[in-house]
């Protein structure tokens, strides 16, 4: 069964520093998402992409984010200075179309800044 | 999105049925109950959505009562591999982002 997969599964880097973290989506999909979940918090909405852009983000999804889709593949999100509040799980998810079909998610990347 | 309701916590003697409640006593007639499952920090696993009718597949099935207001998730011979996070989410047709509430952590027991 195609999978969402996400790469690295752990990443540490010091304040300040630029991450990327990756994402491939199931080949059919269309619709992407990006999620973080705080240790012992709920997971929480940070963007979704789709036609090249992004469609809607949330207000943790500010100036030091961004996201991408380099190739036909890959999608990225990219915090830019990372602060020691991203230290999170960061999820990926696609979907294949908005009308019924159903949000799948990956195994996610463990961010931590120290 | 309508809200749900579920209780914070329940066990389940491994082997046994495990079912969890959910209540959405406001959901409109063009939202679906979802639910996902989360294993201690993996991603958030799909388990199955329906609308009005029962449904069943490989993991669980999904009892919703005739008038939507409630649902009920079944496991049913949970392992303790199931134990987990479980959420259920109320999404219109045309959702775009999950939003995941405190949901439900199940524990297996053996």
């Known amino acids: 069964e195609p999978e969402v997969t996400q790469t690295p599964s752990h990443q540490v880097t010091q304040m300040g520093q630029e991450v990327i973290l990756r994402c491939v989506p199931i080949?059919?999909?269309?619709?992407f998402y990006w999620y973080r979940q705080i240790l012992g918090q709920k997971v929480e909405f940070l963007v979704s992409f789709y036609n090249n852009e992004i469609s809607e983000k949330s207000e943790i999804f500010d100036d030091q984010f961004s996201v991408e889709r380099p190739d036909g593949s890959n999608f990225t999100l990219k915090i830019r200075s990372t602060k020691l509040e991203d230290s999170a799980m960061y999820f990926c998810?696609?979907?294949?179309?908005?009308?019924?079909?159903?949000?799948?998610f990956g195994p996610g990347t463990r961010l931590t800044v120290l | 999105d309508a809200k749900t309701t579920q209780p914070p916590s329940m066990d389940c003697a491994e082997g046994r049925a495990a079912n969890l409640p959910c209540n959405h006593s406001t959901i409109s007639g063009n939202e679906y109950v979802y639910w996902y499952r989360q294993i201690h920090s993996q991603g958030p696993q799909y388990i199955i959505h329906?609308?009005?009718n029962n449904e069943t597949n490989e993991m669980a099935s999904l009892i919703i009562t005739e008038d939507r207001k409630s649902s009920t998730l079944i496991l049913p011979h949970a392992t303790l591999r199931d134990t987990a996070v479980y959420y259920c989410?109320?999404?219109?047709?045309?959702?775009?982002?999950?939003?995941f509430g405190p949901g439900t952590s199940l524990s297996v027991i053996p």
């Open positions: 998810a696609s979907r294949k179309d908005r009308a019924t079909d159903t949000q799948y």
């Open positions: 989410i109320v999404l219109k047709t045309s959702y775009d982002k999950v939003i």
């Open positions: 080949s059919n999909h269309l619709y």
């Open positions: 329906g609308l009005k």
